[in-house]
Nanobody, 125 residues
Framework: QVQLVESGGGVVQPGGSLRLSCAAS????????NAWFRQVPGKEREFVTV????????YYADSVKGRFTISRDNAKNTVYLQMNSLKPEDTAVYYC??????????????????WGQGTQVTVSS
């Protein structure tokens, strides 16, 4: 089992920045790929980004490419999502997820075995 706990969400103005953290415990964290998804009410959970366990491979949704950066510190069992140039459409609950590796269907939430409880990000003036 892997337990994931997100933090760092909040309210920020358009153009601002936030850094989300996902702290993991349980099985060997460093051997898992980790992703961030987001969800707004009434819509399906949307893929944001994923990083492999060695942090040398990552993918991003087109909507966040160039603005968001995923990283990890395996010594701290933590994955980060640095979000810059935030837009109102980035408002959502952000979830951290884990899978044994980056699968071909990495944009599909069903590819991930473990999920955190989510953290709210609101971009508003």
């Amino acid at each position: 089992q892997v337990q994931l706990v997100e933090s760092g969400g909040g309210v920020v103005q358009p153009g601002g920045s936030l850094r989300l953290s996902c702290a993991a415990s349980g099985r060997t964290f460093s051997r898992y790929a980790n992703a961030w998804f987001r969800q707004v009410p009434g819509k399906e959970r949307e893929f944001v980004t994923v990083i492999n366990w060695s942090a040398d491979n990552s993918y991003y949704a087109d909507s966040v490419k160039g603005r968001f950066t995923i990283s990890r510190d395996n010594a701290k069992n933590t994955v980060y999502l640095q979000m810059n140039s935030l837009k109102p459409e980035d408002t959502a609950v952000y979830y951290c997820a884990a899978a044994p590796r980056i699968f071909r269907n990495y944009e599909d939430s069903y590819a991930y075995d473990y999920w955190g409880q989510g953290t709210q990000v609101t971009v508003s003036s």
